[in-house]
Structure formats: structure tokens, C-alpha cells
């Protein structure tokens, strides 16, 4: 590999890592073709893992960091003075193909700055990613970021060649966006989630490609004064309004040459951490917004407990559940209780009575999970009640950051 | 009773142990007079004689449990296995479904092993180009329990062009593009000890990590040093952690800069200037994105003054229209031509287009018989249809047949019920049947009414579009 191509894919994967996703998770399972290359696992893989614990699983880079628009937050906005490169269509695939023939990646996650205009950008991304599947039979997983100031109909055709379309809203309201991504508008970001939504299902009926791995977002946790409410409220609505696969949640972090306007602090790792988990109680635990948005203060969720356990501490009248024989909603409710746990007590007690040790065999949370629980040699009793009780559940953070 | 010793090879003996168990079974030896012994030199121990037993029957379930568990490295797993299927057998049928029991939970976390090192495996797995013309790989690796064989398969599906090899510890796999063979147990220095991309990939490796996060006990829970030795890009990983903090503060301390560059108002200002100003700048953007569905031979794009007071929009072009890459110009289209003339509408003045733009089709022998869009390939090409009409602005949409009113309006609607004047976003519009309706109609009498009623919609077009030159009103005498 040439030092020139290097250096370029040093820049623009440095670029790109502050975007979160790099699932390659949800494409349909394909195998390649005698002449071709590649294949798809549902769950998709991670090939390698940095040192902050993140995942190595698709080539993430920016097709250019060179950008017309002006994003505060954003270390390619044009008003940066970091170093800039740019790819050529046959530079991305090249490196997509050799890197894959080596299995570092699982496919490509391409992104890029706004250069010449939305349209042009957007088909110079198309162009990648259909030489890969035209030329070189690629079967592996290719994401693409939508360019929402491009055409409808570069939409429509990004998503005949990838698996996975996302458009990051970045910040939660409008008001965030005028402020900090000038160039940036919320309408029509969400239009273009409708107009994807739209082709992924109806292209999941009609049995053709479009997108089938759906679609994504993320939004910046920190960077703004949004509140974790609101922040929860939002993805309420893009998961109900649009299908998304999945909300990230990016705390915002330190860049090199910051924008005046948006002072830097270290990310708040831990606030990402415990918005990742109300927002799974959202999708698979049967919550609603106003309840995890009860268990918070002024709108922010706790720090030091999850907000399952918080929610549970502010209704301790619900407690203590039976596992022997309370319905899975409401074991679901459980602190430390996780929803392939619960799904396996209610199999297992169709056979036998559950004792506290047949729990611990099942969950890895049972210390949280002890003072809501009755099995049939434990009852919590009064320890249920304990003032104390938030205080002893605390668990003592692992390190999640070198400066908390 | 005595104690029957079973002997099973190094490895995953998947074989030798369901022989044993049909034996045992018939038998009816319980777990507590078997022992298991993995040896390369069996018979030294006067074992047992395993014959021939009928099959067992045991649950899906716990049969494929015992195809990951034998693949674990623990010695004991054969005794545990045949410990479960003995209770599955006598009385516990569902046992499995007891994730709470001692016996199942242990190998339950043993398969869960398995599994996890299979997923490592094809996971960390790192090809090296081999020295030469032809292009072939290599790779070394170390997994923790016999998973060759069961990994292998991943790799065929994926690299099947590709001449592999995978060389470990316990044996070594090969792929020639036509055929998978297991070969004997390899050592390190059989593969190559570098790549020319593997600087490149360390780059990048190093390039991705963010030091404002760095959390080395998560990396390490996801990525165990063990697997480190045979992955070139962890050499990066000491350097990496040391300077994290010193490069965050670095940042934080740094005084927001000045921008060396003056703001390109001019560029900002010409991109915004994307879209297409001409439909011959339109067609030529549909023209590059070739067909939807595979197959067309050309897109067939509207024809007509670009000015037109009405656009016809049709379904989409057919056979002859595909060949000669002009709309409306088979059966179907010369019927609407002469209906068009009968109402007063001269084709030269009007604009006829399609609401998609390429032929599909099934081919029957030499035939290439129309097949119909379905409605998501309709709302693919409604954007260019909008943009067509926006860049027309014409007095009056003509939708012809169901197709036509879904590009329009975005809704599905059955012409019977909707039939006659509505509106399409901005545009004022009109349905009516698609002229290829009449053609399919089975008698002469339906046929000729069917193209009366036709007609009469055309008449009705043509007043509307009269009126709403004059006037800019409708008049009564067309609603
Ligand atoms: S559009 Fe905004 S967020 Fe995207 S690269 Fe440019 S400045 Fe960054």
C-alpha cells in the first residue's frame, strides 16, 4: 500500500470516528459468488476492537473532509484548520477489497464532507458503492450516509447498493440545529427519513433490495443543553415515526482545532452509557418515556444507579415481584433482571420452582435484583424500604474514563 | 458394576462419541459406570468394545448443544454430555428448557464458549498475502477449543474466490476456490510474517480511536490478549493508551483558532445551485442511473414542447417504446394518438411522459411480455417524474390508468371510484383508464363503449385545458 494512500486514510478515518455506529448488523444473510467476494452474517462482526473498548467492524471513512458546511461541533466544518484529503471512487474500493480479502473489515461505512454540492457528493458515494458490487462482486456489508440536502432520487438509488442508509440528526431540536449546524435543516432530515423509511418497507414487501439492514441516527449527547428527557423523546419519536434500527447516542468529545463557540470538557461517557439503557427500555422493556422520565431529575438520569433500578426505587409499592409467578412485563421491571434472563425463568418455571441460586445461574445482576425479588427461600421483606437502599446499590463505576 | 472406559481421539469426535452413546444407551449404562478418555493411542487400557446400536432419539435441541460442546477443549465435556442426554432419556424430556439446572447451565456456558471462540476465530482471523504471481493467503491461527473444522465453512462463503489457507495448532484448512480440505496441525512459521497492507491497516487501526474514551478493560473483555500476538494492528495498543491523556489535554487546552482560510461564500453560495434546470439535464441524470430493474435497453423519456398546457402520463414504456427509446408509440400509444385527435388534441402539442422510465418485462420465449411495476418501483422514479412536471409547469396532469395516479398523487387509488377531475399536489390533473385497458378487453361491444367513455374523458381534457387558458378558471359546463 502506498505511503501516499496511507496518509490519506489516516486522515479521513480520524475524521470519521466520531460517528458511532459501525454495526454491520441486519443485512440479509449472503454468500459470495464463485467469482465474487464477500458475505453477510445477520449479527454482523467486530474485527478488532480499540483502545476505547469500541468496535472495528466496517471501514469507516469520509470519502473527503474538506466540507462547505459549518458544523460547530464538527472537525471537518470548513472553518477548521485540520488537514485535509480526499479519496478518489477507486481509492475506497481498493482499500475496501484488499482490506476485506484480508478480513480486517466487514464491508465499508462511507460517509463524506459536503464538497461542490449535496448532489454531487452524494453520487460520488453512490459511485463507490456501486463499482464495489458491479465490478467486484462485493457482498459484504456496505453502509452509506444520506446526504439530506441531496435529490430525492440519490435516495432512491443509495439505497439499491446498501445495506444500511443513516442520516445523523446530531442535535435533538431545531432550535440546537439553527444554532450550531447553520447549514443544517431538521425538516428536511426528516423528510428524507420518510422518504427512506417509506422504500425500506415497501421494498421488504415486495422482496427487493433497498436498504434491508433499515436505517440509523445518532444524536450528540452534550454538546447543547438538551435534557436526557428530551433527548429519550426525541428517539421516541424517530424509532415510532421512522422504524430507525437504532438511536446512537455520541457524548461529545474533545477535537482537534474546536470551534469558539462550543467550549470543550471530556465526553460524558457515563451520561451516553445510561441514555444507551433507557433507551433499551424503551425498545425492548415495555417503558415509556414519562416513566423513566419520572425516575429522573430535571430531566437527566441518574449517574451513579441504571434507569431501570431508578425507576424501581421510585415505585417500590410494585415490589417485590415473584419469580415464580409473576407475568414477564412485569419481571421485566426487574433491576438486573435482562430480558434473555427473564425469558428463560418463565421457560424454566414451567418445570421447577426457582430458588435464589437457580437466579444467580440465569442473571449476573442478581445483587440489584435481590430486594425486588421473591423466590421460594428469599423475601426481601423490609430490606425493600431501606432509606439506604440507592446507596447500597450503587455500583462502584468501572473505569470508564481516564478523567471522570 | 464396573466402570466402562470410553475412548474418543483428540479433538472434536463427534463420531466416536455418538457411537458411544447409541452403545451405552442400549446398554443402559448409566453416567455413573462410563468414563470418558480422549487418547491418541487407544487400547492401551483395554477399553471397551463399542459395537454397532440402533440411532437414539433425542430432541433437536440438546443434539445440536452436543455438535458445539464436543468442540470444547475441557476433557470432561464427553462425560457431561452423556450425564445430559441420560436424564433427557429418562424422564426429563425438556430439561434443556431448565436453564436454572446445574448440569444445563454448565454446558450451556460451555457452548456459549464455543460459540464465542468460532465468532473470534472469524473474527480475528488475518490473511497475509503469500509471496508469488498467483494470488494466494495465508493465515495463522491460535483458537482455544477444536473449531477448525466448524469455522471453516464461514470462510468458503466468503472468500470463495479467494485461494486460502488457515493454518493453527490443531490442524490446518484449505481452500483452492473449488474445494475445502483439512490438513495436519501447522506451526506459525508456515505463514507468511507479513503483508504489504498491513502498515495501512495499523494506521487506520490507530487513526479510529478516539482518546477522549479510552476504556482498555472494555477493549480487553471484547478483544482477550490471548488472540493479540496474531493481529498486527495491537501493536499499536501499548503507544495508544500512554498518550490518550496527553492528547486530550492538548486539545482542551488549545485556544480555539482563527481559520486560515478566507470562507468560500462563492462556493456556499453555488452549491446550493444543484438541481437539474432543464429536462434535458433531467434525462440525462435518469439516463445515468440506468434501469431499476435489470433488463431495459434504453430510459424512455417524455416527448413533447416542453411548454405543453397538458402532460399525459402513462405507466410505463413497452416493448416497441423500449426499442425505439420514444413513449407511446405501440398499440396502446397509437390508440391514444387517435383518440387524442378525436377530441381536438393534436400529439405535437401535447407532452406525453411515463411514470417510469424503464421497460420491464418477463421474457417468454422470443417474446418480451410487459410486467407491471410494482409500487414501490413506481415510487422509486416519482421523484423524477415531480421534478419533470416541476421544470413543465403545465395546466393540466393527465393520469392514465392506476399506475399513473399513484406516481401522482403518492396514494394508490382504483380508477373506477376516482375517475374524472382531481388535483396532484400543485397541479390541477384529470384520470382516466390507460389506453392499453381498452386493448385488453375481451368483446367488441365493452370495447367500444369502453373507448367512448375514453373519448369523452379526452373531450373533457381538452375543454379544461381550452378553459383554463382563457379564463383561468374552470368552467361549470367541465365539472
Ligand atoms: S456537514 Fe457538518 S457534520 Fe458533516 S462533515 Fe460537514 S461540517 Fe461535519
Known sequence: MDEKLSKKLRILADAAKYDASCSSSGAPKRKSDPDGLGSTVGTGICHAYTPDGRCVSLLKILLTNYCLFNCAYCVNRRSSNVKRAKFSVDEVVTLTVEFYKRNYIEGLFLSSGIIRSPDYTMEQMILVAKKLRRDHGFRGYIHLKTIPEASPWLIEEAGLWADRLSINLELPTEQSLEQLAPEKDGASIETAMAQMFERIEEAREERRHFSPAGQTTQMIVGADETTDTDVLRKSATLYGHYAMKRVYYSAFSPIPDSSAILPLKSPPLMRENRLYQADWLLRYYGFDVDEIASSSEKGMLDLDIDPKLAWALKNRHRFPVDVNRADREMLLRVPGLGARAVDKIVVARKHTTLRLEDVARLTSGLKRAKPFLITADHHPKARLDKLDLRERLIEKPEQLSLFV | MTLH???????????????????????????????????????????????????????????????????????????????????????????????????????????????????????????????????????????????????????????????????????????????????????????????????????????????????????????????????????????????????????????????????????????????????????????????????????????????????????????????????????????????????????????????????????????????????????????????????????????????????????????????????????????????????????????????????????????????????????????
Not at chain 2, 443434539?63 to 445430559?84: F, K, N, T
Not at chain 2, 390508468?401 to 396532484?424: D, E, N, Q, W
Not at chain 2, 374523458?457 to 381538452?462: E, F, G, K, N, V
Request: charged residues 25%; contains cysteine.
Open chain 2, 5 to 479: 472406559r470410553i475412548t474418543l481421539e483428540t479433538g472434536a469426535d463427534l463420531h466416536t462419541f455418538r457411537k458411544a452413546v447409541r452403545w451405552l444407551i442400549a446398554e443402559e449404562l448409566a453416567p455413573q459406570h462410563v468414563m470418558f478418555a480422549i487418547d491418541d493411542a487407544p487400547g492401551l487400557f483395554g477399553d471397551e468394545t463399542v459395537s454397532e446400536a440402533p440411532p437414539v432419539a433425542i430432541p433437536k435441541g440438546v443434539s445440536r448443544l452436543i455438535e458445539q460442546v464436543v468442540c470444547h477443549s475441557d476433557p470432561e465435556r464427553y462425560a457431561l454430555l452423556y450425564g445430559l442426554v441420560w436424564r433427557v432419556l429418562n424422564g426429563e424430556r425438556d430439561l434443556l428448557e431448565v436453564a436454572s439446572d446445574p448440569l444445563v447451565h454448565r454446558i450451556d456456558l460451555m457452548a456459549r464458549s464455543v460459540r464465542r471462540d468460532l465468532h473470534k476465530m472469524h473474527a480475528f482471523v488475518r490473511f497475509r498475502r503469500m509471496p508469488g504471481e498467483l494470488e494466494r493467503f495465508a493465515a495463522w491461527f491460535e483458537p482455544e477449543h477444536f473449531i477448525l473444522e466448524a469455522a471453516a465453512p464461514f470462510f468458503v462463503d466468503r472468500f470463495r474466490s479467494m485461494d486460502w489457507t488457515i493454518l493453527t495448532p490443531i490442524g490446518s484448512a484449505r481452500w483452492d476456490r473449488h474445494e475445502l480440505t483439512f490438513g495436519p496441525p501447522a506451526s506459525r512459521e508456515d505463514a507468511p510474517d507479513e503483508d504489504s497492507f498491513e502498515e495501512g491497516w495499523r494506521g487506520y487501526y490507530e487513526s479510529v480511536f478516539n482518546p477522549a474514551r479510552v476504556n482498555p478493560t472494555a477493549m480487553r473483555a471484547e478483544m482477550p490478549k490471548k488472540y493479540w500476538r496474531n493481529m498486527p494492528e495491537t501493536a499499536a495498543i501499548p503507544g495508544l493508551i500512554q498518550t490518550a491523556a496527553q492528547r486530550v489535554e492538548r486539545m482542551i487546552e488549545q485556544e480555539a483558532t482563527m481559520p486560515a482560510k478566507r470562507t468560500p461564500e462563492r462556493a456556499i453560495q453555488a452549491m446550493w445551485d444543484q438541481e437539474p434546470k432543464t429536462l434535458e439535464e433531467l434525462n440525462a441524470i435518469i439516463a445515468k442511473a440506468g434501469p431499476l430493474v435489470p433488463g431495459a435497453t434504453q430510459a424512455v423519456f417524455g416527448e413533447g414542447p416542453h411548454h405543453a398546457e397538458i402532460v399525459f402520463v402513462g405507466e410505463q414504456p413497452g416493448d416497441q417504446e423500449d426499442l425505439q427509446g420514444r413513449p407511446f408509440v405501440g398499440p396502446a400509444g397509437k390508440l391514444l394518438t387517435k383518440a387524442m385527435r378525436e377530441a381536438g388534441i393534436e400529439r405535437e402539442q401535447a407532452y406525453l411522459t411515463n411514470a417510469v422510465k424503464h421497460f420491464k418485462f418477463e421474457q417468454r420465449g422470443h417474446r418480451r411480455i410487459h410486467s407491471k411495476p410494482t409500487a414501490g418501483e413506481v415510487k422509486h422514479y416519482r421523484p423524477w417524474l415531480m421534478k419533470e412536471l416541476e421544470l413543465m409547469r403545465p395546466k393540466l396532469v393527465v393520469a392514465l390508468g392506476a399506475t399513473a395516479v399513484l406516481a401522482l398523487s403518492g396514494k394508490a387509488t382504483p380508477i373506477t371510484r376516482s375517475r374524472g377531475r382531481a388535483t396532484f399536489g400543485p397541479y390541477q390533473g384529470y384520470i382516466t383508464v390507460h389506453p392499453s385497458y381498452l386493448l385488453r378487453l375481451p368483446d367488441e361491444a365493452t370495447k367500444r363503449e369502453a373507448y367512448q367513455a375514453f373519448l369523452s374523458d379526452l373531450h373533457r381534457i381538452h375543454d379544461l385545458a381550452q378553459a383554463n387558458l382563457e379564463t383561468g378558471e374552470l368552467p361549470l359546463a367541465a365539472e
